[in-house]
């Protein structure tokens, strides 16, 4: 348990560090009389990090982390998830790999399973729906970059794709 502590403490000091360095302007960016704005600064900048546990039991828990900031002047708060699979009978964090036997095409299966899905979803939403078969193609692809954000579930794995991923911000993850 204390590895699994020492990870999730990890995990939100470094988005925490991360977004106090990136909200730290510059000598160039100091705002100065002229170019400081009342309401700009009145809204101010933040970071939020929720999350929830998908699945806990003796040996594994499964967390989603829900990580939304927003940047002062920006049109809308960005968010994004963060998943922490954990073996705690091994005190280590899974990686996908891990949940498919050795040598399997997982990888190609799992793209297939995810884009024919996100076309259904898509089409449920009607003539205008906002996902386009480029977008789902390249996000949801046979690439292990795109499935960083996976949890186990009771029933299997749940594959969360971001906003921008294979759509737009407005389709939301």
């Not at 960016?29 to 009342?38: D, F, I, K, Q, Y």
């Not at 960005?78 to 095409?105: H, I």
Request: glycine share 8%.
């Amino acid at each position: 348990f204390e590895k699994f502590n020492q990870t999730i403490r990890g995990l939100v000091a470094k988005k925490v560090a991360d977004f106090k360095k990136d909200m730290t302007p510059s000598a160039e960016e100091e705002p100065t009389p002229e170019t400081s704005s009342s309401s700009e600064e009145a809204l101010g900048s933040d970071i939020t990090i929720g999350y929830e546990v998908v699945l806990a039991k003796d040996d594994l828990i499964s967390i989603d982390f829900t990580v939304s900031s927003y940047s002062a002047g920006a049109a809308h708060p960005n968010s994004y998830t963060e998943v922490v699979n954990f073996d705690l009978k091994n005190a280590k964090q899974l990686r996908l790999a891990d949940v498919f036997l050795p040598g399997s095409k997982f990888l190609g299966t799992l793209s297939n399973y995810c884009i024919q899905d996100l076309k259904k979803q898509s089409k449920a939403q009607g003539a205008d729906g906002m996902l386009d078969d480029d977008w789902i193609q390249k996000g949801a692809g046979p690439d292990l970059a795109n499935y960083n954000n996976w949890s186990i579930t009771k029933t299997g794995l749940a594959i969360t794709f971001d906003p921008y991923q294979v759509g737009p911000y407005a389709a939301g993850p």
